[in-house]
């Protein structure tokens, strides 16, 4: 949680957080991800100025754990003073002890962005999904409830100006923004509309631009020029049975030597990142095993 201090901007975790889309894909399985499209309502996890503080929470939290379909999962929130947001102890079950910062005492209305960190992380403790090592496992947490509807909430967690700061959770503004994107481009949801923060309204208009490049990288036929041209060098050369091997690409397509086989070029899904592998022969329809997303492609 950064309270007062710098806000780390940017995508240096990027690569992490299109491993853990593809996880949550792998592990969900793509009709498990479609059941949910609808994200969590402003009004459901809404803190209101004559709530109980702890009668409060407990409603917030019952909302999350309803919209994770976590029905049997039952959540035990506290307050103590610590140098995180929150915590939660992830044991068996049916019951989960969550402590949160003692600042939501007095900022209450992010006490459901701080939740909903912690209540997936129960829900992936459920699954049985993790990535090695702390840092890789907040960020596939974080990515996750982004993903799954209710991260719109830490990203308007986000407030900054010239005299003090706020984030929660271990992405970026921008890269929460991204994660959203993403699922508004699945769901045709747009979480803008719900953001109570200027700063969190403009690091998803990144998130959304940086998202919409990857729909636009070759071999997609909506790829720029610049990158078509740089694809087609770059096929020559792979074709040409006497050149060196290629450079890593500059793109995130690669190709396949065939040798006696067809030449094939592997590149990521834009929508899971699970990466896709087709023939060089022009003009070609390809449908993501994993996602099913039809990409139209010129390879």
Same mark, same amino acid.
């Given at each position: 949680?950064?309270n007062?201090?710098?806000?780390?901007?940017?995508?240096?975790?990027?690569?992490?957080?299109?491993a853990?889309v /593809?996880?949550?894909?792998?592990?969900?399985?793509?009709?498990?991800?479609?059941?949910f499209s609808?994200?969590?309502?402003?009004a459901?996890?809404?803190f209101?100025?004559? =709530?109980?503080?702890?009668?409060? /929470?407990q409603?917030?939290?019952? %909302?999350?754990? #309803?919209?994770? *379909?976590?029905?049997?999962?039952?959540?035990?929130?506290s307050?103590?003073?610590?140098?995180?947001?929150?915590?939660?102890?992830?044991?068996?079950?049916?019951?989960?002890?969550?402590e949160?910062?003692d600042?939501? #005492?007095t900022?209450?209305?992010?006490?459901?962005?701080a939740?909903?960190?912690?209540?997936?992380?129960?829900?992936?403790?459920r699954?049985?999904?993790?990535?090695?090592?702390?840092?890789?496992?907040e960020?596939?947490?974080?990515?996750?409830?982004?993903?799954?509807?209710?991260?719109?909430?830490?990203?308007?967690a986000?407030?900054?100006?010239?005299?003090?700061?706020?984030?929660?959770?271990?992405?970026?503004?921008? %890269?929460?923004?991204?994660?959203?994107?993403? #699922?508004?481009?699945?769901f045709?949801? =747009?979480?803008?509309v719900?953001?109570t923060?200027?700063q969190?309204y403009?690091a998803?208009?990144?998130?959304?631009?940086?998202?919409? *490049?990857?729909? *636009?990288?070759p071999?997609?036929?909506?790829a720029?020029?610049?990158?078509r041209?740089?694809?087609?060098?770059?096929?020559?050369?792979?074709?040409?049975?006497?050149?060196?091997p290629?450079?890593?690409?500059?793109?995130?397509?690669?190709?396949?030597?065939?040798g006696r086989a067809?030449?094939r070029?592997?590149?990521? &899904?834009? /929508? &899971?990142?699970? *990466?896709?592998?087709?023939?060089?022969?022009?003009?070609?329809?390809?449908?993501c095993?994993? &996602?099913? /997303?039809?990409? %139209?492609? =010129?390879?």
């Open positions: 949680m950064a007062g201090g710098p806000v780390e901007h940017g995508y240096p975790h990027l690569e992490t957080v299109r853990a /593809t996880a949550l894909y792998k592990r969900l399985s793509y009709d498990t991800v479609r059941t609808a994200s969590v309502a402003p459901d996890v809404a209101r100025d004559t =709530d109980d503080l702890y009668l409060g /929470t409603r917030v939290a019952h %909302e999350l754990v #309803r919209h994770y *379909r976590l029905p049997d999962a039952r959540m035990i929130v307050f103590r003073e610590m140098t995180h947001a929150a915590s939660v102890e992830l044991a068996a079950g049916p019951e989960y002890f969550i949160l910062n600042r939501f #005492r900022h209450r209305r992010d006490i459901g962005a939740l909903a960190h912690e209540v997936m992380h129960v829900y992936l403790h699954l049985g999904l993790s990535f090695p090592g702390t840092r890789d496992n960020i596939l947490t974080d990515t996750a409830t982004a993903y799954l509807g209710a991260g719109w909430l830490l990203l308007d986000y407030r900054e100006d010239s005299a003090s700061s706020q984030k929660l959770g271990y992405l970026t503004p921008e %890269e929460f923004g991204y994660v959203l994107a993403k #699922r508004a481009l699945v045709g949801e =747009d979480p803008s719900w953001f923060s200027p969190a403009t998803y208009v990144k998130g959304m631009a940086r998202a919409r *490049r990857d729909e *636009r990288q071999p997609l036929t909506a720029g020029w610049a990158g041209r740089r694809y087609a060098r770059d096929r020559r050369h792979a074709q040409d049975p006497h050149a060196a290629l450079l890593p690409a500059e793109g995130p397509y690669s190709f396949t030597p065939g067809p030449l070029v592997s590149f990521p &899904c834009p /929508t &899971c990142h699970q *990466r896709i592998r087709v023939p060089v022969r022009g003009r070609v329809r390809a449908r095993g994993l &996602c099913g /997303t039809v990409l %139209e492609c =010129d390879t």
